[in-house]
T-cell receptor, first 112, second 117 residues
Framework: KNQVEQSPQSLIILEGKNCTLQ??????????LRWYKQDTGRGPVSLTI?????NTKSNGRYTATLDADTKQSSLHITASQLSDSASYIC???????????FGRGTSLIVHP | DAGVIQSPRHEVTEMGQEVTLRCKPI?????LFWYRQTMMRGLELLIY????????DSGMPEDRFSAKMPNASFSTLKIQPSEPRDSAVYFC???????????????FGEGSRLTVL
């Protein structure tokens, strides 16, 4: 069964600080992995997509990494802002059904 | 495009009542997903459609839940009879076919928050 484990479950940081969120997955065969951001009371929105051949991809202050061999991904947020307060969800897709598997997410709170 | 549109945004009902949630996907998308989100279980896939045909409904909790997609621009998720444990936020998402196959990025609606008393 495809599974996704994210850590930490929740995180509180001060505005301006950096943080890194972790994701371990067991999806096989692997197709791609997306990170979604979900603001409170809203639906998730895709931040970035990683394919098998990509190790690092940046989207502004967000940088995602992927190690397909160890089935790990991370999302690094630089110079955090109050608007970064949200849940960040790791979503790998298998090469079989291509249907994404959603993790439980990491809840990030950025304090002023 | 207006994005994925869901209605109602909030629904409060009493146990035993029928609940119908509605979704209008993004025009041109050929995948439609229904998810349920709770604090305990996160986002759970209930059912998804491809070209209006239900492909996988193994996530539907029980016979009280049913979903239809009569055309490419409309889908419903029905709960009859509703129970307090059905209280959750229900999301609809749509996507397009993406090479090498399967759905690409999922575009979510704002969700329907259901409370069953």
């Amino acid at each position: 069964k495809n599974q996704v484990e994210q850590s930490p479950q929740s995180l509180i940081i001060l505005e301006g600080k950096n943080c890194t969120l972790q994701c371990n997955y067991t999806v096989s065969p692997f197709s791609n992995l997306r990170w979604y951001k979900q603001d409170t009371g809203r639906g998730p929105v895709s931040l970035t997509i990683m394919t098998f051949s990509e190790n690092t991809k940046s989207n502004g202050r967000y940088t995602a990494t992927l190690d397909a061999d160890t089935k790990q991904s991370s999302l690094h947020i630089t110079a955090s802002q109050l608007s970064d307060s949200a849940s960040y969800i790791c979503v790998p897709s298998s090469g079989g059904s291509y249907i994404p598997t959603f993790g439980r997410g990491t809840s990030l709170i950025v304090h002023p | 495009d207006a994005g994925v549109i869901q209605s109602p945004r909030h629904e409060v009902t009493e146990m035993g009542q029928e609940v119908t949630l509605r979704c209008k996907p993004i025009s041109g998308h050929d995948y439609l997903f229904w998810y349920r989100q709770t604090m305990m279980r996160g986002l759970e896939l209930l059912i998804y459609f491809n070209n209006n045909v239900p492909i996988d409904d193994s996530g539907m909790p029980e016979d009280r839940f049913s979903a239809k997609m009569p055309n490419a621009s409309f889908s419903t998720l029905k709960i009859q009879p509703s129970e307090p444990r059905d209280s959750a936020v229900y999301f609809c998402a749509s996507s397009f076919w993406d090479r090498p196959g399967g759905p690409g990025e999922l575009f979510f609606g704002e969700g329907s928050r259901l409370t069953v008393l």
